[in-house]
T-cell receptor, first 114, second 115 residues
């Protein structure tokens, strides 16, 4: 069973539009979330982390976490063609006794159409 | 920004051979990781490494796998012998700190094909 599920698998939005990506953890131990973005030919790069309930905004990117439902979303406003990439949600365990490891979702492929 | 480099970008070998994947982590980072991504599947944690020791490993980290970072040089993943199911993209990552709050910086990956 996959611990981290992402939806949709792929998404196409017009330039200047809003892109919304979703992620859910099925394991209550995994409730620290990261969003990573991967452009073709590159490694994943961290966009932002969110560990507390509510919203976290960084520029055009807003993450929202609901710990009760273990659901996290990423919203990209004023989407640009350069935002076209693969977006991964990753979760880490609540317990800090173990060294960090990330559990990744399967990714959402975002295409921003000019 | 900080960059992690991986060498080579592609490697094709015959089943049963040994392969070493090299990772050049961010210079001041102390914690190192390997992840494996089979085509069409999600990236999965293999192992993390600190101060010359494996701290944690997953079930995917088979006995044929080993990691080391001799004298602060490359952080390496060695597979000996390789099997067909080892074909995947292997991502190296490094972080300055450990724990939930530590950002991991990833390399571009090494695509390993075992024939």
């Amino acid at each position: 069973q996959q611990k981290v599920q992402q939806s949709p698998e792929s998404l196409s939005v017009p330039e200047g539009g809003m892109a919304s990506l979703n992620c859910t953890s099925s394991d209550r131990n995994f409730q620290y979330f990261w969003w990573y973005r991967q452009h073709s030919g590159e490694g994943p790069k961290a966009l932002m982390s969110i560990f507390s309930d509510g919203d976290k905004k960084e520029g055009r990117f807003t993450a929202h976490l609901n710990k009760a439902s273990l659901h996290v979303s990423l919203h990209i406003r004023d989407s640009q063609p350069s935002d076209s990439a693969l977006y991964f949600c990753a979760a880490s365990e609540r317990a800090s006794s173990s060294f960090s490891k990330l559990v990744f979702g399967q990714g959402t492929s975002l295409s921003v159409v000019p | 920004g900080p960059k992690v480099l991986q060498i080579p970008s592609h490697q094709i070998i015959d089943m049963g051979q040994m392969v070493t994947l090299n990772c050049d982590p961010v210079s001041n980072h102390l914690y190192f990781y390997w992840y494996k991504q089979i085509l069409g599947q999600q990236m999965e944690f293999l192992v993390n490494f600190y101060n010359g020791k494996v701290m944690e490993k997953s079930k995917l980290f088979k006995d044929q796998f080993s990691v080391e970072r001799p004298d602060g040089s490359y952080f390496t993943l060695k597979i000996q012998p390789t099997a067909l199911e080892d074909s995947a993209v292997y991502f190296c990552a490094s972080s300055l700190d450990w724990g939930n709050y530590a950002e991991q910086f990833f390399g571009p990956g090494t695509r390993l094909t075992v024939l």
